[in-house]
């Protein structure tokens, strides 16, 4: 999308598409962060300006529709690396993988393989919140809505106590 600048010329500004992907299949539920801030989901192309950027991913989300249930977990970038967030150079439209491992728990928010306790205070100290707020935890997302609230505390219900072995 061409940007105005102020003597009245058009700049077009390049875009950065950040994907994930599960066993062949893209989810479209993990939260991205550029420079610090949210800008939206995996699965979306932003606009950016040229430059380098750090690219964050939460480490963790929730699958929604068909794969409700499914706890993702960050495993790695296309090119390997393991760390993130992650520098990215952007010079012209640019676009990123990563790849997730995912596992049915649902309710287990801290990925212990248990649905208890612990599991329900963090989702009482995310309680109210969304990307961008102090408290955000995406794992506490438990329906990926973008807001931990009563439909994701009536998840964690239905399934307190429930133990879930990996595979």
């Known amino acids: 999308m061409p940007v105005i600048v102020a003597d009245g010329s058009a700049n077009v500004l390049p875009t950065l598409t950040v994907l994930a992907e599960w066993n062949g299949t893209s989810l479209t539920s993990g939260y991205v962060y550029i420079d610090g801030q949210y800008r939206g989901r995996t699965g979306s192309t932003f606009t950016v300006a040229m430059g380098t950027h750090t690219v964050f991913v939460d480490n963790v989300c929730w699958g929604i529709g068909n794969f409700a249930g499914y706890?993702?977990?960050f495993q790695y970038w296309e090119n390997n690396s393991t760390a993130n967030p992650r520098t990215v150079t952007v010079v012209e439209d640019t676009t990123i993988k990563t790849y997730f491992y995912g596992k049915y728990c649902p309710g287990d928010i801290d990925g212990s393989g248990a649905v208890d306790s612990v599991d329900l205070?963090?989702?009482g100290s995310a309680y109210g919140s969304r990307p961008g707020d102090?408290?955000?935890?995406s794992a506490a997302d438990?329906?990926?809505?973008g807001a931990v609230n009563s439909a994701d505390l009536g998840i964690l219900g239905a399934n307190y106590g429930k133990v879930y072995p990996d595979p």
């Open 121 to 123: 205070g963090k989702l």
């Open 142 to 145: 438990l329906n990926g809505s």
């Open 134 to 137: 102090s408290n955000w935890n």
């Open 71 to 73: 706890r993702y977990t």
